[in-house]
């Protein structure tokens, strides 16, 4: 099984991404998916979670009222919409999955990661 993120990009402060993560497999419909970002210098942290069924979700509270994050109903697809982005949210962002009933931040329960994709937010 592997995790694939896609969407990043370069833009302007204010603008907006809409991040992918993609499943190779259906058997992650019973996870949890995360999405991390690591900039230069910091520790990796968590942005944004979903839950499996969608109802679930935590938000960084640096970016809470600015991303969504969501799920698609087949469960094998999960979305970060950013939008009024910040220079500050420049950073590699990852997808990650957990087997965990419920979200966590903690980094070691997310057991796949994907390749990760670069976000840079210009001033």
């Known amino acids: 099984v592997q995790l694939q993120a896609s969407g990043g990009g370069l833009v302007q402060a204010g603008g907006s991404l809409r991040l992918t993560c993609v499943a190779s497999e259906r058997t992650l419909s019973i996870y949890v998916m995360g999405w991390f970002r690591q900039a230069p210098g910091k520790e990796r942290e968590l942005v944004a979670a979903?839950?499996?069924?969608?109802?679930?979700?935590y938000y960084a509270v640096s970016v809470k009222g600015r991303f969504t994050v969501s799920r698609d109903t087949a469960k094998i697809m999960a979305y970060l919409q950013m939008n009024r982005l910040k220079p500050e949210d420049t950073a590699v962002y990852y997808c990650?999955?957990?087997?965990?009933?419920?979200?966590?931040?903690?980094?070691?329960?997310?057991?796949?990661w994907g390749q990760g994709t670069q976000v840079t937010v210009s001033s």
């Open positions: 990650a999955s957990s087997r965990l009933g419920r979200i966590t931040p903690a980094q070691a329960m997310y057991e796949l």
């Open positions: 979903v839950d499996y069924s969608g109802g679930s979700t």
